[in-house]
């Protein structure tokens, strides 16, 4: 909307129109803008939580197999000092 200077005043026909109108785009593109960037933190965000998610995953998956792999040394400390023992059994 254009506006038009009265001759016998300095201030335009409808000011208060004019200026909603900007205002209003100037409010939607600035909510639209917020919109984006609200989305886009959303997206991070939950890009983040799949991560941290997959990352938990990992840690336990290794401490299981650290685990595993601890009983097996184990076992097999075992199964080496029954041997030695069945071993110096025999020599006497």
């Not at 785009?25 to 600035?30: H, L």
């Amino acid at each position: 909307m254009t506006t038009t200077l009265r001759p016998d005043a300095a201030t335009p026909d409808h000011p208060q129109i004019t200026t909603t109108t900007s205002v209003n785009r100037d409010f939607r593109s600035t909510e639209m803008h917020l919109m984006n960037e609200a989305l886009a933190r959303a997206h991070c965000m939950e890009q983040r939580e799949r991560a941290m998610q997959e990352q938990r995953v990992r840690r336990v998956l290794a401490a299981r197999r650290l685990d595993r792999r601890a009983a097996r040394a184990a076992q097999r400390a075992r199964n080496l000092a029954a041997a030695a023992i069945a071993l110096r059994s025999r020599t006497y």
